[in-house]
């Protein structure tokens, strides 16, 4: 029997699912999400995916799922009752921090308040200093007492973080061991588990917010496991974490701090997908949903990992893919501020109300409403199972900006669009410029509902020659959770300078990593010949607060490999800063291993078939551009053969997803299906435009 494959992702907006079946043929599904239980959206999917197949449920074979669960949670402020317990003296790291001030100039800048307040945050009579020697062994009695206090406060969940954990996790563990005696019922966090490396007040912070999201994230999985259940499908559900790899719901539901960036890294991972089977190996990334817009950066057929972000104003280090995310998507609300000045977002309509369009309830102007209003999105969306009121859409549009400003509907729809626009190319400088990229030596890869309809804009913007608008880009992030392997990575620390550093204890160290990593991977029942292993270090200059991550292509660490270590340190400092000193000595901190599940995904995305003098239907509808209406091409996507050519201004529809080209932009269908703008200099839309005006108004 032909077995599925099934990957679903949790937007704002919609939830998108997608099934692979054993001979690599693709199915798309795509239903509203369920923003009150995530998991009722999910099973509906999967259910209208079967029924549109006609399969029945025992079909399913395995389910991968990206969640946002774990980051609302820590958005939302509505994670457990949470409380700490570190070592004596040391209970207000989290509220000192760092001296880094969040806005340099503001006088008046304020960080946010700590997860945990200071009455649940409680002490243990302990101590071990960086060596790893237990200078004062846990004091088990006065932990007992502290944890039947801290119950009686109603804590429901308990970060453990004891100074120097990271060199020797002995205390932790008695700690762990006496808490779950004393309160089986509690959640436990330590930080030797969560994040054994040093930096106490990040590490305490990570630990923090895993013990904050754990329990609700432990309650999704256990509601989502039992509704898939009763669905009658009986497969394994495998999480989506923030590396972009895959792991099993029980280590999800223990260490969900993990989680925390499950929702964007499924597109990344499916960008670097087709970045590898085709000839696009650096690529920008723009996931444009419903409430955000994720931008992500893809060199030489690799995506980035980063080991410390910021997430809601709190400092966490976790591998993650490095993505920066802001409040704009499809349901970004417009408004006028205080000043009578134009802004959208970073408020979304999300999928209740939604857009005014959808004739949900919603009553405020988004960004799906302007497209509405100048033609760019018709009167349908989902194949035609979403009716759009465009007479709704530019109604709310005049009511509440239009009149205000005394400017026409088009006109605000357009500002609308240029706005959200500036908003999004500030980011992918962010990611690109910003850290020494030049992004005209990139192609443009937008995806999610709304990424494909601002794309080339962007692109032109940037001077970027090409965009790549994938198959179904409304499923791509779901897509990517087929494509992504299981990933486990392991951390240890390890200080010593460039001339004093063990390079057999070094390779010890690897060697320790190594069978950490295997065991997680035998335990999901990945063999060793299946593994493949990215070994790294954290390596900055002496006396520099921060490090940079370096890979290491030799695990036996010869001298010549290490010489090699440190040269690259020297060419990604430049790079990341601009200059380097090579007279400069320098000091390796951790010891990093990413082992990979090696995966066979090459016919997960089939090559179309060039077809011969095609005959292409297509329609044509008014659409405002800048200055005035102009006539549009309309197609459906589906209708489009391999190297079939476009010429804009033109729209082409799909079910999850609808994509603009400017006037002079060109494109053409590749052999992989993905639709490949050549985006028009601004001269040359210009030119074109003003032409299209001319002969329209005569």
Not at 79 to 95: H, K, P, S, Y
Not at 120 to 148: F, M, N, P, W
Not at 164 to 191: C, D, T
Not at 590 to 597: D, F, G, S, T
Request: hydrophobic letters at 40%.
């Amino acid at each position: 029997m032909n077995r599925l494959k099934i990957g679903v992702d949790v937007g704002g907006t919609f939830t998108d699912i997608v099934g692979i079946d054993d001979n690599g043929k693709v199915f798309y599904a795509k239903t509203p999400s369920t923003p009150q239980d995530q998991s009722i959206g999910v099973v509906t999917g999967i259910r209208r995916l079967l029924a549109d197949l006609n399969m029945p449920t025992d079909v399913v074979k395995e389910i991968a799922h990206g969640t946002t669960v774990a980051t609302n949670t820590l958005l939302e402020h509505n994670g457990a009752v949470t409380a700490l317990i570190t070592t004596e003296g040391f209970r207000d790291v989290l509220q000192i921090g760092r001296q880094s001030r969040p806005f340099l100039y503001d006088l008046h800048a304020k960080r946010p308040e700590p997860l945990i307040p200071r009455y649940l945050r409680q002490e243990a009579s302990e101590r071990t200093i960086y060596t790893g020697t237990i200078l004062v062994q846990l004091d088990e009695e006065r932990l007992r007492k502290t944890v039947r206090e801290l119950v009686a406060e109603g804590a429901q969940s308990i970060a453990v973080c004891f100074l120097h954990s990271y060199a020797n996790a002995e205390n932790e563990q008695r700690a762990l061991k006496v808490i779950k005696e004393e309160a089986p019922k509690l959640y436990v966090s330590v930080s030797s588990d969560i994040l054994p490396e040093f930096r106490e007040y990040e590490r305490m912070n990570t630990t923090v917010i895993n013990a904050y999201v754990q329990p609700r994230m432990d309650h999704y999985v256990s509601q989502l496991t039992k509704h898939i259940s009763e669905a009658g499908v009986d497969a394994p559900l495998m999480i989506m974490k923030s590396t972009g790899g895959m792991m099993t719901d029980a280590i999800a539901a223990s260490k969900s701090v993990n989680t925390l960036l499950s929702g964007p890294a499924g597109g990344v991972l499916a960008a670097e997908f087709l970045s590898n089977i085709s000839g696009y190996k650096n690529l920008i990334t723009c996931d444009m949903g419903g409430t955000s817009f994720d931008v992500a950066v893809i060199q030489n057929g690799q995506v980035g990992i980063g080991n410390e972000g910021v997430i809601e104003g709190y400092p966490v280090m976790f591998p993650h893919i490095d993505i920066t995310t802001i409040g704009a998507g499809g349901g970004s609300i417009a408004w006028i501020d205080a000043g009578g000045a134009l802004r959208v977002g970073p408020k979304s309509a999300g999928a209740v109300p939604g857009p005014v369009c959808y004739s949900k309830g919603g009553t405020e102007p988004t960004i799906t409403d302007a497209h509405v209003a100048i033609g760019f999105i018709g009167t349908e969306l989902l194949a035609g199972e979403m009716k759009i009121d465009v007479d709704a859409a530019r109604r709310a549009i005049q009511e509440k900006l239009a009149d205000r400003l005394g400017m026409s509907i088009e006109e605000t729809a357009e500002g609308i669009l240029r706005v959200s626009n500036a908003n999004m190319i500030r980011a992918i400088r962010t990611m690109t410029v910003e850290k020494g990229i030049d992004p005209r030596k990139f192609a443009l890869l937008p995806f999610g509902g709304a990424g494909a309809l601002q794309a080339v804009e962007h692109a032109r913007a940037l001077e970027i020659k090409h965009v790549i608008i994938p198959p179904a880009p409304g499923n791509f992030s779901a897509f990517g959770l087929l494509a992504a392997p299981i990933r486990y990575d392991e951390v240890v620390t390890y200080r010593a300078r460039q001339d004093k550093v063990d390079l057999k204890k070094m390779e010890n160290l690897m060697r320790g990593l190594e069978k950490t990593a295997m065991d997680e991977m035998k335990r999901d029942a990945v063999e060793s010949s299946s593994m493949s292993f990215e070994y790294s270090a954290d390596i900055r200059y002496f006396g520099q607060a921060y490090s940079l991550s370096v890979r290491i292509h030799d695990s036996s660490m010869s001298e010549s490999t290490w010489n090699q270590v440190i040269a690259d340190f020297h060419q990604c400092h430049i790079q990341t800063y601009g200059f380097k000193n090579e007279h400069d000595p320098v000091e390796i901190v951790n010891l990093r291993l990413a082992v990979i599940e090696k995966t066979n995904n090459a016919d997960l995305y089939a090559k179309g078939k060039k077809v011969s003098n095609p005959v292409v239907n297509h329609t044509t509808r008014s659409v405002f551009i800048k200055d005035g209406w102009v006539p549009a091409a309309i197609y459906k996507r589906a209708d489009l053969p391999v190297g079939y050519t476009i010429q804009g201004p033109a729209v082409i529809e799909e079910q999850g997803c609808t994509s603009v080209l400017g006037p002079g932009d060109g494109a053409t269908i590749d052999d992989r299906m993905s639709i490949v703008v050549t985006v028009a200099s601004v001269q040359e839309y210009e030119d074109c435009l003003h032409n299209l005006i001319m002969k329209a108004g005569m």
